[in-house]
């Protein structure tokens, strides 16, 4: 078998091996490190990994890619599995209010807030969007990010607007390297013309919103963010229950604010993760762990909501959940598509280690989009989909924050990103 590209010499490879899904409790530190690695690839699936030299039924020639990992850390591509990466518009202009101490809801009448996003969202052509969220895309490969999951949500009963998003994102996902997987988030917030009739906007989303995205085919995911104020437990079961009988996977914004019992529902209907969970109750957790679903934790949302609270992921590795790491990349609470930086929050907020941390931005992230078995660990078989960081060791990368570490980052078997 002849070999297309071969990373040697690898002085850190972090192959995440072992069995094809979500790793909990203590096996979310088994990275699976090997020193001196080798990774060899056929076109776009790797097909060996190990120490040392390549076996002898793996050739080279004058046009195989030949990379030196000396000196190099070498991980799975990593995943961004929570992110609003299609909006129009910034909020730049709200953050004066913050620091003054203005409430959400002052910032709100203000003009500011989710219906400012969803204004500059519906005003936004599509080629604005795509533009937009290019850069954004590029700005998360540079970071070492292969695979993104994108929402909608910017609509706000605005069913044009949400299918507006969900098809830029379908077109970036056929135009750029990075792979996008779509999550129709129609219940993101309340239209302002249902406030006093909430079942009312619930019923057309079951009836007329999910059925035609699930017709379309836009989305392999539908969420809900249930909390006070916005979506109850009964409608966010309502949904996410339509959302199945139409091929839909179910996700939930869950407990961000208040202990709702988001978690808990998150296990009963069988949601393939719950995200945000700052509030989350023991109940939940212990829940979420017997039916195997996966905490996306946001760690940036935290910090930039400056709440003095964050999901307690110690107690979730505790009790078995797998726990995921994820950005959050949106406007309002958390606009950065910075992965590394999450990862170093992780720590330092989340109490998290390096080695729980990698396999919250590779395994468990993709199962939680449910591609696990493709991408997430580097072994013969699976995607090649490769990061290369210009660190000694993993602990490097979440220690040292604030710059861009990545050396080279292999998508599909090409080096699609190379540092200048």
């Known amino acids: 078998m002849k070999a ?11 192959t995440l ?8 409790g203590e096996k979310q530190k088994e990275i699976g490190l090997i020193e001196n690695g080798i990774v060899a690839v056929k076109d776009n699936e790797i097909i060996y990994v190990g120490e040392g030299e390549l076996p002898e039924n793996i050739e080279v020639d004058k046009y195989t890619v030949i990379i030196s990992g000396k000196g190099k850390t070498v991980t799975p ?12 518009g910034s909020r730049e202009n709200e953050l004066s209010m913050k620091l003054e101490g203005k409430a959400y809801l002052d910032i709100l009448k203000a003009g500011g807030g989710i219906h400012s996003t969803t204004k500059a969202t519906t005003e936004a052509s599509f080629d604005e969007l795509y533009k937009k969220a290019e850069k954004s895309l590029n700005t998360m490969l540079s970071l070492g990010i292969t695979t ?16 507006k998003q969900l098809e830029v994102a379908r077109k970036l996902n056929e ?21 006093e009739d909430t079942d009312k906007f619930v019923d057309i989303l079951i009836k007329n919103m999910i059925p035609e995205i699930a017709d379309k085919k836009l989305a392999k995911f539908c969420d809900v963010f ?5 979506f109850t437990i009964n409608q966010s079961r309502k949904i996410l229950n339509t959302a199945k009988k139409y091929g839909l996977m179910p996700k939930i914004h869950a407990d961000e604010i208040v202990s709702l019992g988001g978690a808990e529902l998150a296990a009963e209907v069988g949601c393939i ?9 023991d109940t939940g957790m212990k829940d979420m762990a017997k039916k195997g679903v996966i905490a996306v934790l946001l760690p940036g949302t935290s910090f930039n909501l400056q709440k003095g609270t964050a999901a307690n992921a110690r107690k979730m590795i505790g009790l078995n959940v797998p726990v995921a790491i994820s950005t959050d990349y949106n406007p309002g609470s958390c606009p950065s598509e910075n992965l590394q930086l999450m990862m170093t929050l992780a720590a330092l907020t989340l109490k998290m280690t ?28 699976k995607k090649a989909d490769i990061s290369m960081f210009d660190i000694p060791n993993l602990a490097y990368l979440v220690y040292h924050f604030g710059i861009n570490h990545t050396d080279t980052v292999i998508k599909n078997g090409d080096v699609v990103y190379k540092k200048s």
Do not use: W
Request: proline residues 3%; negative net charge.
């Open 226 to 230: 249930c909390e006070e104020g916005v």
């Open 354 to 381: 390096p080695e729980e941390i990698i396999t919250g931005v590779t395994m468990n992230a993709a199962a939680s989009l449910g591609i696990e078995d493709k991408v997430g660990s580097l072994e013969a078989g």
């Open 4 to 14: 297309t590209l071969v990373i040697e010499n690898i002085q850190n490879l972090i």
């Open 175 to 195: 135009n750029h390297v990075v792979d996008i997987i779509s999550t129709f988030l129609g219940a993101h917030a309340i239209p302002q013309e249902y406030k």
């Open 17 to 24: 091996k072992g069995e094809n899904k979500p790793r909990i």
């Open 77 to 88: 591509g990593f995943i961004d599995s929570h992110t609003h990466l299609v909006h129009g």
């Open 273 to 281: 993760s719950a995200d945000h969970l700052i509030g989350a109750s």
């Open 148 to 163: 993104v999951e994108s929402k909608s949500g910017y609509g706000i009963g605005n069913f044009d607007t949400e299918i």
